[in-house]
């Protein structure tokens, strides 16, 4: 008995030390190609081959053979301003975490916030000062039943951090909102780092809501939108739109302008389950699974037009201006 229990101890000593050496070895990793920047203008994203972030032309598609690899491995990634957010899955036999870096113009991680779950969305804010990410908390697709979310937001600038903004104060039809299933996710920023739009999941239904970081609070706005996100003249939002009970087809992209109101379907018709990203002022990409892996398609913003493929084989696209 007591040989026995000596060896389960030296398993479960050696089952802890991998974890932990896996551990410090993707804490210690940085981009694969040292002389990897944050450089515009170019169109960044995800290779799926590599896992890690590569770029190419932000005006026309980005073939196999002209993208420029070596950015730091990552599952989801967003980037502005000289500040990039990478989340990546954590190694490990327990339960899913997911590493939350922030890296800086050459892409070297400069903070890590680890947060229970697998990642699902990222975003900075213009300025680069704003960080947002959302995980799954269980499950691993908004069209399964039960699954739940956390959303983080970090301010770099003051270092302030909230890892779940779910009890943030909110207003659904002009009234407080209290109920245990609420849900956050897909946050995007305005320009002036303080107000935010995001989607929250209540009761059966979901909502746009609009959120003040200063005051601490959020009010919904409309129904049926998630993973906005704001044009960058902060007119407008991306979003998709539950149009189906098809669980294989549940969503349509459109644009709304938050001064009318008004709703515009775009013209890819494909479901779309992504955060959009506006390339421009006139064209949003998006990630739809391609033959085995995700590729990244781009479709104008007004509801005219075809969709047109960007960047086989990649994901999280987003444009980076300098």
Request: charged letters at 25%; a positive charge.
């Amino acid at each position: 008995m007591a040989l026995v229990v000596g060896l389960v101890v030296l398993a479960v000593v050696a089952v802890g030390a991998v974890v932990r050496g896996a551990e410090g070895a993707a804490g210690r990793e940085q981009p694969e190609d040292r002389g990897f920047r944050l450089s515009g203008p170019a169109l960044y994203f995800r290779d799926a081959g590599t896992g890690r972030v590569a770029y190419g032309d932000v005006g026309g598609g980005v073939s196999r053979t002209g993208r420029h690899r070596g950015g730091p491995r990552c599952d989801r990634f967003h980037a502005a301003a000289g500040t990039a957010v990478c989340l990546r899955a954590a190694p490990g036999l327990s339960a899913p975490r997911t590493h939350v870096l922030v890296l800086d113009r050459r892409m070297r991680e400069v903070r890590r916030v680890t947060v229970p779950g697998v990642p699902n969305r990222a975003r900075v804010s213009a300025s680069g000062r704003m960080l947002s990410w959302t995980v799954f908390a269980s499950g691993d697709s908004y069209a399964r039943g039960g699954f739940s979310t956390r959303t983080g937001v970090l301010d770099l600038r003051t270092g302030y951090l909230v890892t779940s903004i779910e009890q943030i104060p909110l207003s659904v039809d002009g009234r407080r909102h209290h109920a245990p299933d609420v849900n956050y996710w897909g946050v995007t920023f305005a320009r002036d780092d303080n107000r935010f739009y995001a989607t929250v999941a209540t009761k059966g239904r979901t909502y746009l809501v609009e959120g003040d970081v200063r005051k601490w609070s959020a009010k919904a706005l409309r129904k049926n939108v998630e993973c906005p996100s704001l044009s960058p003249d902060g007119t407008r939002i991306a979003f998709k739109k539950k149009v189906s009970g098809d669980a294989g087809r549940p969503w349509r992209l459109h644009v709304l302008d938050l001064r009318t109101m008004r709703e515009t379907p775009l013209a890819e018709t494909r479901s779309v389950d992504d955060q959009a990203a506006w390339l421009d002022a006139r064209t949003v990409a998006y990630a739809l699974m391609g033959k085995g892996t995700p590729d990244v398609w781009a479709v104008p913003a007004d509801g005219t037009g075809k969709a047109r493929i960007l960047v086989p084989g990649g994901s999280s696209p987003v444009a980076v201006a300098g």
